[in-house]
């Protein structure tokens, strides 16, 4: 990657734009933006390749948008054919189309990469923080590993960096957070499970019937397991992570992986959450920094990828010449392009992670499968997914 340390840079480089956080989201923009001919400075507080709590899942919306933006290769991907939705009671397998399994570490690598080479330059190990406006260009600090710190100036900022990130915008900038008092807590490890009782090509959904939340595992295409996690606040509490997951497993008879115990569990803010503003002026929040809703769906990425594509004609304005109105049309724009699926997704998480529900929604699938047509709908929202989806196994 073409990386260098923040103690290199000039400090008084200025960038057409600085996007903070090269996920999935930041390093899409970047590459459309550097693409288009701008200065693009990328930077991101951790060495790549890192770690990121996630259910390792690409959907058909993350399909489209990486087939759209030309970078399908450079990771590995495991096809997944299956999803089995698994409860106290109940097991359902249904048939999956336009579905992959990845690693984050070298996915997000990858991007990151991808971004470098049509010119952006990435600053990975380099903590971002906003400064006010001056003139026509926002001040961003960059501080590295050993407390280094230099300043840089973009005409255009774009807060990538995950979720409630807004809190980099200086205090009198940052727009009020909406909260679910109940939302949960994301956890997840990557494990050296080696048995063969998550078969690759299949995506496990384990619910609680005790309101802990719910489970993700599926086999990574380097053949570890991925499991993620949203837990609720009580449970993580109460149980310890480790316990919870566990017990989320145990009680819907999910195999326990092996090294679940001893992995490195990963936490990731309460999931769901929205700024009631997508910027101030000359910064604007993308990917999961814009507001995020439970992961059941696992469509993050996706959402991710898409709103970086649905930014970049209004980045590129914004970069040319400010204008007020550039926060509300981001914030209209961002609504079209991924606020209703979103709002499916928190449909679907009610359901499928609800306390006494779950149970019952399975065993009405088992009987009639049409009814998990809205279920599978939200897990792979593209013309591929079978309209009636088929029961496998119940
Ligand atoms: C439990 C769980 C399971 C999930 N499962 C799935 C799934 O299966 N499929 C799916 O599509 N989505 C899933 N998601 C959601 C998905 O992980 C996110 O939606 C996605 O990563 C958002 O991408 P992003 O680019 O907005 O942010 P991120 O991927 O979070 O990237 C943000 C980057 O910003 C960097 N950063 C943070 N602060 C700073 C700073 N001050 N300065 C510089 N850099 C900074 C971070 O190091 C990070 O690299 C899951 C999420 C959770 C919590």
Same mark, same amino acid.
């Given at each position: 990657? +073409?990386?260098?340390?923040?103690?290199?840079?000039?400090?008084?480089?200025?960038?057409?734009?600085?996007?903070?956080?090269?996920?999935?989201?930041?390093?899409?923009?970047?590459?459309?933006?550097?693409?288009?001919?701008?200065?693009?400075?990328?930077?991101?507080?951790?060495?790549?390749?890192?770690?990121?709590?996630?259910?390792?899942?690409?959907?058909?919306?993350?399909?489209?948008?990486?087939?759209?933006?030309?970078?399908?290769?450079?990771?590995?991907?495991?096809?997944?054919? =299956?999803?089995?939705?698994?409860?106290?009671?109940?097991?359902?397998?249904?048939?999956?189309? +336009?579905?992959?399994?990845?690693?984050?570490?070298?996915?997000? =690598?990858?991007?990151?990469?991808?971004?470098?080479?049509?010119?952006?330059?990435?600053?990975?190990? *380099?903590?971002?923080?906003? +400064?006010?406006?001056?003139?026509?260009?926002?001040?961003?600090?960059?501080?590295?590993?050993?407390? @280094?710190?230099?300043?840089?100036?973009?005409?255009?900022?774009?807060?990538?960096?995950?979720?409630? =990130?807004?809190?980099?915008?200086?205090?009198?900038?940052?727009?009020?957070?909406?909260?679910?008092?109940?939302?949960?807590?994301?956890?997840?490890?990557?494990?050296?499970?080696?048995?063969?009782?998550?078969?690759?090509?299949?995506?496990?959904?384990?619910?609680? &019937?005790?309101?802990?939340?719910?489970?993700?595992?599926?086999?990574?295409?380097?053949?570890?397991? &991925?499991?993620?996690?949203?837990?609720?606040?009580?449970?993580?509490?109460?149980?310890?992570?480790?316990?919870?997951?566990?017990?989320? @497993?145990?009680?819907?008879?999910?195999?326990?992986?092996?090294?679940?115990?001893?992995?490195?569990?990963? =936490?990731?803010?309460?999931?769901?959450?929205?700024?009631?503003?997508?910027?101030?002026?000359?910064?604007?929040?993308?990917?999961?920094?814009?507001?995020?809703?439970?992961?059941?769906?696992?469509?993050?990425?996706?959402?991710?990828?898409?709103?970086?594509?649905?930014?970049?004609?209004?980045?590129?304005?914004?970069?040319?010449?400010?204008?007020? &109105?550039?926060?509300?049309?981001?914030?209209?724009?961002?609504?079209?392009?991924?606020?209703?699926?979103?709002?499916?997704?928190?449909?679907?998480? +009610?359901?499928?992670?609800?306390?006494?529900?779950?149970?019952? *929604?399975?065993?009405?699938?088992?009987?009639?499968?049409?009814?998990?047509?809205?279920?599978?709908?939200?897990?792979?929202?593209?013309?591929?997914?079978?309209?009636?989806?088929?029961?496998?196994?119940?």
């Amino acid at each position: 990657m +073409n990386s260098k340390p923040a103690s290199q840079s000039d400090a008084s480089d200025r960038w057409c734009a600085c996007i903070v956080g090269a996920g999935p989201a930041g390093a899409l923009l970047a590459q459309r933006l550097a693409q288009s001919g701008h200065r693009v400075l990328l930077v991101d507080k951790a060495a790549f390749p890192r770690p990121k709590v996630c259910g390792g899942c690409l959907g058909g919306i993350a399909l489209g948008a990486l087939r759209e933006a030309g970078v399908e290769k450079g990771y590995a991907a495991q096809p997944l054919t =299956t999803v089995s939705l698994r409860g106290p009671r109940a097991e359902v397998k249904l048939g999956l189309a +336009n579905r992959q399994a990845i690693c984050r570490a070298e996915f997000d =690598t990858a991007l990151a990469q991808s971004a470098a080479r049509t010119g952006a330059e990435v600053r990975t190990g *380099v903590r971002a923080r906003l +400064n006010p406006v001056q003139g026509a260009f926002r001040q961003v600090t960059l501080e590295d590993a050993h407390g @280094l710190a230099t300043t840089v100036r973009a005409r255009l900022v774009v807060i990538a960096a995950g979720l409630g =990130t807004s809190a980099l915008l200086p205090p009198a900038e940052r727009p009020t957070i909406k909260r679910r008092l109940d939302s949960r807590l994301g956890v997840g490890a990557t494990l050296h499970d080696h048995a063969d009782s998550y078969p690759p090509g299949e995506l496990t959904m384990v619910s609680s &019937d005790e309101g802990h939340g719910y489970a993700g595992v599926v086999r990574l295409p380097d053949g570890r397991l &991925d499991i993620a996690a949203a837990l609720s606040t009580a449970a993580a509490a109460e149980l310890g992570i480790v316990e919870a997951v566990a017990r989320i @497993l145990r009680r819907a008879r999910a195999p326990l992986p092996e090294g679940l115990a001893t992995a490195t569990w990963r =936490t990731a803010p309460r999931l769901t959450q929205r700024p009631e503003r997508l910027g101030a002026e000359r910064a604007l929040l993308l990917g999961d920094a814009a507001g995020y809703v439970e992961p059941f769906t696992g469509e993050g990425i996706g959402w991710a990828l898409r709103s970086a594509i649905e930014l970049a004609p209004l980045a590129e304005e914004a970069i040319e010449t400010w204008q007020p &109105d550039i926060v509300e049309r981001w914030q209209r724009r961002h609504r079209r392009a991924v606020g209703r699926q979103q709002q499916r997704c928190r449909m679907v998480c +009610n359901l499928m992670g609800g306390r006494s529900v779950t149970p019952w *929604v399975l065993r009405a699938i088992t009987a009639a499968p049409w009814l998990a047509a809205p279920v599978v709908r939200s897990i792979d929202p593209t013309p591929a997914t079978p309209s009636v989806p088929y029961v496998l196994h119940r």
